[in-house]
C-alpha cells in the first residue's frame, strides 16, 4: 500500500536535546512538507521540499532543519534553538512539480512530541 | 497571512446543514479542504480551482469565488460522521511556482445524535 510513514507516533525528550523525525513516502511524490500543530492554530508551514536536494523555509522555520536527499525521506531536526518545540509534528506529500489540479497532499499520522 | 475560518465550532443535530467560510487577504488560484478527526491526520476533501467552480460528492459540497477570495464548504443532511475540524487551504496566484498552501486555524463541526 502506498503512503507515508511517519516515525516514532510520541516521542518524549528532554529540554535542549536535538530530536530527529522521520517522514518517509513511497507515492513517487516530488513534493513534501512538515506542519506543526498546537491547539486552536491550524497547520503551520515549517518547511517544504519541492525536489530532492532543495528545500525552502516555511513560516515558522526558526529552530528546526531538514534534508531532503531522496525523493522518499524528507526527516525534520528540532534542535535546541526551537523555544517552545512541544506539538503535534505533520508531514505531508504531494505530487507537486508545477501540477496545481489535483495537487492534493496527503499526510501521515503524526508525531507528538514534548519536551519535558 | 493564513485564512481566516468562520465560525470557529459549531455543533449541529444530525440530519442539519453546515456551512464553514475560508476568507483570505490574497488572490488566490486554488482551495482546498480537508478533515481531521481527533489526533488522527487530516484526508483531503476537494480542491476547488481558479475559474469558481462548485464541487461535490455526496452530501459535501463546496464554492469557490476568486473574486470576494472567499470558498464556503456545504454539508448537508450531516452524519455523526461528519464530526472532526475542517481546514481550507488557499494557494495564492502570488505563489505560483511554489507547490505550498497556506492554512485556515480550523472549524470545529461536532454532530450529536
Known amino acids: 500500500d502506498g503512503g507515508i510513514t511517519q516515525s516514532p507516533k510520541y516521542l518524549f525528550r528532554k529540554e535542549g536535546q536535538n530530536v530527529t523525525l522521520s517522514c518517509e513516502q513511497n507515492?513517487?511524490?516530488?513534493?513534501m512538507y512538515w506542519y506543526r500543530q498546537d491547539p486552536g492554530q491550524g497547520l503551520r508551514l515549517i518547511y517544504y521540499?519541492?525536489?530532492?536536494?532543495?528545500?525552502q523555509k516555511g513560516d515558522i522555520a526558526e529552530g528546526y532543519s531538514v534534508s531532503r536527499e531522496k525523493k522518499e525521506s524528507f526527516p525534520l531536526t528540532v534542535t535546541s534553538a526551537q523555544k517552545n518545540p512541544t506539538a503535534f509534528y505533520l508531514c505531508?506529500?504531494?505530487?507537486?512539480?508545477?501540477?496545481?489540479?489535483?495537487?492534493?497532499?496527503?499526510f501521515g499520522p503524526g508525531t507528538r512530541l514534548t519536551v519535558l | 497571512q493564513q485564512p481566516v475560518q468562520s465560525p470557529q465550532a459549531v455543533i449541529l443535530r444530525e440530519g442539519e446543514d453546515a456551512v464553514i467560510n475560508c476568507s483570505s487577504s490574497?488572490?488566490?488560484?486554488?482551495v482546498h479542504w480537508y478533515r481531521q478527526k481527533h489526533g488522527e491526520a487530516p484526508v483531503f476533501l476537494m480542491i476547488?480551482?481558479?475559474?469558481?467552480e462548485q464541487k461535490g460528492h455526496d452530501k459535501i459540497s463546496a464554492s469557490f469565488n476568486e473574486k470576494k477570495q472567499q470558498s464556503s464548504l456545504y454539508l448537508t443532511a450531516s452524519q455523526l460522521s461528519y464530526s472532526g475540524t475542517y481546514f481550507c487551504?488557499?494557494?495564492?496566484?502570488?505563489?505560483?511556482?511554489?507547490?505550498?498552501?497556506?492554512f485556515g486555524t480550523g472549524t470545529r463541526l461536532t454532530i450529536i445524535p
Open positions: 505531508a506529500s504531494s505530487i507537486g512539480a508545477g501540477v496545481k489540479v489535483n495537487n492534493e497532499q496527503f
Open positions: 521540499s519541492q525536489i530532492v536536494n532543495d528545500f
Open positions: 487551504g488557499t494557494d495564492s496566484i502570488s505563489n505560483f511556482g511554489n507547490e505550498k498552501l497556506t
Open positions: 490574497k488572490a488566490l488560484y486554488s
Open positions: 507515492l513517487n511524490h516530488d513534493a
Open positions: 476547488l480551482l481558479k475559474g469558481g
